[in-house]
């Protein structure tokens, strides 16, 4: 601490000496740290949208006709509906007929889902559930499948091209990240003089030797694919520089949420890894939800017009950002069982909740997310339009009656759209949000040299003002950059997903994500009514920070490629490729009872 003290003294006392140097500086990494942020983000960005994710294949189902489909998820939808996942042209088949669903204990049951033409296994009708294993024929309206293991040639098959498809190496993205970090630092120093705490390159210091140990730490167990802790160790580089830039004395608590967030997305990442397990705590989850929120509610404080903010000694913290994980947790795994029809009606119920609850303490902002939250986990369930149009309708309609009881919140959006009209007054902030974005130009000013910081809510709800003043519009738009393309990974990679939980908690953090970003990034320009939202992992904030790592969480669950999601995938992988081994006979009739029972004793 004294030689970093030290240090710090004599490079205050060095550029005070000579300023020139320090202009010099901070002229040249002005043009540097686009190219670095390039860089950083390039083979991340690349990897995580050009490669292929191959279907993993758990089983397959054979036709009358001889045709195999395969069986790609754990939960499967049988029906002659296109959207089914196991598309059956057949007349005498429902629209969605049965669901085929794989346990964590790796045996499968068959539900009916209310269909028409009925179903049955080995001849026997099914009411609701029955067990099945491989060799069973599956019977849907008189149509027989036969319920087949994948075949060792086609399992090899299938793991030469997942090993293909293994992530691209990233430490090179690391070791730019970690030039970007001392480069900052610098700049920060050098802009803040003999003002400068030894904070600024402690919280760096911290920040650097936390990402290589977690990539250390991680390679060590043999995983690989770090592309979106990349992106988030890049982001959260930023917010430190941000918060130097507006408050040095949160530096310290910054760091301290980034390496609780980093904390507690390996937890939830490896908590994720036993559906068993996330099914037995999704009513917890959604008591936490609505228990967050409603504490804030009776012991919260009031700031900028919203009770979402709890002080306990000194230290305050925002509940509802803890919520957004709960909820998501809550939702996807409630309605994880398409034909349980009343887990919709029990999230509807959740989702009327919290969104009253955040409506009580005026967080609107917070209370919009969650309801396209709600939206994008429903539709991915149902794929109802009429009933999320009339849920859409009663939203709007409620929107309505609370805007009658409560005027005021009306006058908040009153300068949308007018913010230079009312330049002194309601549109302050967006205004001074704009010059200094439009000051910053394309390399912006340097970190540390804006002034924009001055304006209350700067570092948080009007961040991207600050990007662009301080780090210039080419760094800031490569962050809102950042976030889609997670956005896109998600969308991707939920094609191949293992399961409907992974798929839905995913696409609905990816959406939350987006559309908090757009939120923040367009209400302060005034494209958006400004609703005091925050930008995920830029933005000062301990909450928000814990809040955008554990969403990331949710992303990472779902990425199928070998050995990239805590090596998740790779006992069931082995499991399957012993199965298929045991099960392959040379020659004789593959379908032979006898052969099955004795592999079954072996």
């Not at 033409?117 to 001849?123: D, I, K, L």
Request: hydrophobic share 50%; glycine share 8%; net charge neutral.
């Amino acid at each position: 601490m004294e030689f970093l003290q030290t240090l710090l003294d004599s490079l205050t006392g060095l550029l005070a000496a000579y300023p020139l140097a320090g202009e010099w500086y901070m002229a040249f990494v002005r043009f540097l740290f686009p190219a670095l942020a390039v860089l950083i983000l390039y083979r991340a960005v690349r990897s995580l949208l050009r490669i292929p994710h191959t279907p993993e294949n758990w089983g397959q189902l054979s036709l009358p006709n001889g045709t195999s489909l395969p069986l790609t998820h754990w939960e499967n939808i049988l029906g002659r509906s296109k959207t089914a996942d196991i598309y059956l042209n057949y007349p005498s088949i429902s629209r969605q007929h049965a669901a085929l669903c794989r346990g964590e204990d790796e045996n499968w049951t068959l539900y009916d889902l209310g269909s028409k033409g009925g179903t049955a296994v080995n001849g026997e009708q099914v009411e609701t559930s029955a067990p099945v294993k491989l060799g069973d024929t599956i019977t849907l309206g008189g149509v027989p499948l036969i319920f087949l293991p994948q075949t060792v040639a086609e399992r090899e098959e299938q793991e030469a091209k997942r090993r293909a498809e293994r992530p691209a190496a990233i430490w090179p993205s690391f070791l730019w990240l970690t030039v970007f970090q001392v480069l900052a630092c610098l700049q920060l120093i050098v802009a803040a003089g003999t003002e400068a705490t030894i904070a600024i390159p402690l919280a760096f210091l911290g920040l650097t030797v936390l990402m290589w140990l977690y990539y250390a730490a991680l390679r060590a167990t043999r995983c690989v694919g770090f592309e979106m802790e990349t992106i988030a160790f890049f982001l959260s580089t930023l917010s430190l520089s941000i918060t130097a830039s507006s408050a040095q004395g949160s530096l310290f608590k910054q760091f301290l949420a980034i390496l609780l967030g980093l904390g507690l997305f390996l937890v939830l990442g490896l908590f994720l890894r036993d559906l068993s397990r996330v099914q037995k705590n999704r009513w917890l989850m959604a008591a936490a939800a609505i228990g967050l929120l409603g504490i804030t509610l009776l012991i919260g404080n009031s700031k900028y017009g919203a009770v979402n903010w709890i002080s306990i000694g000194g230290m305050s913290f925002q509940p509802s950002e803890i919520a957004k994980i709960c909820y998501i947790f809550a939702g996807a795994a409630t309605l994880e069982r398409l034909f349980h029809k009343r887990n919709l009606t029990l999230f509807i119920v959740l989702t009327g909740l919290c969104i009253g609850l955040l409506g009580l303490m005026s967080d609107f902002g917070t209370a919009a997310i969650f309801f396209v939250t709600f939206l994008v986990i429903a539709y991915m369930r149902s794929g109802d339009f009429a009933t999320l149009s009339l849920i859409c309708g009663g939203a709007v309609f409620g929107a309505g009656i609370i805007l009658k009881f409560k005027p005021y919140i009306l006058s908040r959006f009153a300068s949308w759209g007018h913010a230079w009209e009312a330049a002194s007054t309601t549109g302050y902030q967006q205004t001074r949000t704009m010059s200094a974005a439009a000051s910053g130009g394309l390399l912006g000013m340097g970190a540390g040299n804006g002034w924009l910081h001055n304006v209350a809510a700067a570092d948080t709800d009007l961040v991207f003002g600050m990007l662009c003043e301080e780090w210039g519009l080419l760094i800031a738009v490569l962050a809102v950059g950042s976030i889609i393309t997670l956005a896109f990974f998600a969308a991707r990679a939920c094609r191949v997903g293992r399961s409907s939980f992974y798929t839905i908690a995913a696409c609905a953090a990816a959406s939350l994500l987006v559309f908090q970003t757009c939120l923040n990034v367009f209400g302060s320009v005034d494209l958006l009514p400004l609703t005091g939202v925050t930008f995920p992992f830029v933005s000062n904030g301990g909450s928000a920070m814990m809040s955008a790592w554990g969403l990331l969480a949710y992303l990472k669950a779902t990425d199928t490629r070998e050995n990239a999601s805590f090596a998740i995938a790779r006992r069931h992988q082995r499991q399957l490729t012993q199965a298929a081994r045991r099960r392959a006979e040379p020659v004789g009739d593959p379908f032979d009872m006898e052969k099955e029972e004795r592999h079954e004793e072996n």
